[in-house]
């Protein structure tokens, strides 16, 4: 039995970008996710589940990801992932402690290789779970773009404990760190910027209604209704307005530790990335937008040797 430390579960993302903040009407009328918090312009929304949120929007110089929010059992859990960080020597961004934000808890944060950062949290609040019809429930998964895909996959196997569900040929790898088949999977790119972030809505059902919701406000899919081969969860994308890919999706494929084997997706034929037939292949303009904005990430925050040397 591997002993790495494993990261818990997928709580939400914060996304930033110039005239994001502006952009929250669109959320809350058509999306359909609940204001949870407003502070120096930026806001936090949340679904019917009981994450504190599950998507953030704050301004800033460059269109991407501010932090992922990821979930840890409890604060024995938060050290023990810190310590394994720094002995695979990750770029830790500090010691463990209580955040001072409005959600509260205990954790850190650190940057991944392509200078994302990502933030661990055991703990903090918690909203009463408040089922409504056709709403997004949790944030399904997260997929970014990288040049270095096999590298970025390594290096969140042995540095976070994810585990690898399935390939997509040998350009995506899908990444798992609970029972959903992906968390996060990675997609094979000229640089690192963010693909898509998905909002799981629980039923089949629900999802359709989903994009009734949107069609209905003007907003088509960019690409689906369909289902993927790889996860076996429908999809329908969309394009928000400051130029995010955006995905509703449902009923992910939930993966047995003992028994799951990955497998190599082939995408030469249609009906194993396409099962219901009904998506057809992305079109150019959905590929460049989920080819993104380069996201430089935070190499503000590098610590210098300096720093290092100060702390140890
Ligand atoms: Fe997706």
Redesign the pocket.
């Known amino acids: 039995m591997d002993k790495r430390v494993r990261v818990d579960s997928l709580r939400g993302i914060v996304m930033r970008g110039p005239g994001l903040a502006a952009t929250l009407p669109f959320y809350l009328d058509m999306w359909g996710l609940k204001l949870a918090h407003q502070q120096d312009g930026a806001a936090w929304l949340k679904g019917t589940g009981p994450e504190a949120f599950l998507y953030g929007l704050k301004d800033g110089p460059v269109y991407g990801i501010d932090h992922i929010h990821f979930n840890m059992p409890d604060e024995a859990a938060i050290d023990a992932l810190h310590a394994q960080v720094l002995r695979e020597g990750g770029t830790a961004l500090g010691e463990p402690a209580r955040f001072d934000d409005w959600i509260g808890g205990y954790g850190f944060e650190m940057l991944d290789p392509d200078l994302r950062r990502l933030r661990f949290r055991a703990g903090g609040l918690r909203h009463d779970e408040k089922p409504e019809w056709a709403m997004p429930k949790k944030v399904s ?1 997260v ?1 970014l773009n990288t040049p270095d895909m096999e590298g970025v996959q390594a290096w969140y196997e042995r540095v976070l404990g994810f585990r690898v569900s399935d390939y997509s040929a040998d350009q995506m790898v899908f990444l798992r760190c609970s029972s959903d088949h992906h968390s996060i999977a990675l997609v094979r790119a000229h640089y690192p910027s963010v693909n ?1 972030v ?1 909002f799981e809505v629980p039923t089949l059902n629900e999802f359709m209604r989903a994009i009734g919701r949107m069609k209905q406000k003007g907003h088509v899919p960019s690409w689906g209704p369909g289902r993927h081969g790889p996860g076996n969860n429908p ?1 329908a994308y969309f394009v928000s307005p400051s130029g995010f890919v955006i ?1 509703f ?1 449902s009923e992910l494929q939930q993966i047995d530790e003992v028994t799951h084997e990955a497998q190599v997706w082939p995408r030469d034929v249609p009906e194993k990335m396409d099962q219901w037939m009904t998506a057809g292949p992305p079109t150019p303009a959905q590929r460049a937008v989920m080819q993104g904005r380069p996201d430089p990430g935070f190499p503000e925050l590098v610590p210098t040797r300096m720093d290092r040397e100060a702390t140890r």
Do not use: C, D, M
């Open positions: 998964h997929v898509h998905a999809f995905e999706t």
